[in-house]
């Protein structure tokens, strides 16, 4: 399976996984590929959402075996905390912009 510009496991961003994990030649996330923060914090909320969206549809097409689907699964695991704590980080900075301090 090969990583494509939508999204997929091991698409990249400037050149760059965005899932932050390593990847075997095929392009699917390798055993204990941590992601890699840089990475994750280089993309805008906007792109994280896009991958995570393009990795549950790919998890969904039902063409893939079962290791890719949990490789895709962890890595939608690692997006959506980064998204959710990309959240966190924006409603902190609008509280804090509301409330005068």
């Keep these: 399976m090969t990583g494509d510009a939508a999204g997929g496991a091991g698409a990249v961003a400037g050149g760059r996984p965005l ?14 590929g941590a992601p890699d923060d ?27 075996g079962i290791e890719e689907v949990t490789a895709l699964y962890e890595r939608a695991g690692r997006l959506h905390a980064a998204a959710t704590e990309r959240l966190a980080r924006i409603q902190e900075r609008i509280d804090r912009l509301t409330s005068g301090g």
């Design 38 to 64: 840089g990475v994750l914090d280089g993309l805008s909320f906007e792109q994280i959402v896009e991958a995570l969206e393009a990795t549950i549809a790919e998890m969904a097409s039902g063409s893939l």
């Design 19 to 32: 899932d932050g994990g390593a990847h075997d030649d095929d392009g699917g996330a390798l055993e204990g």
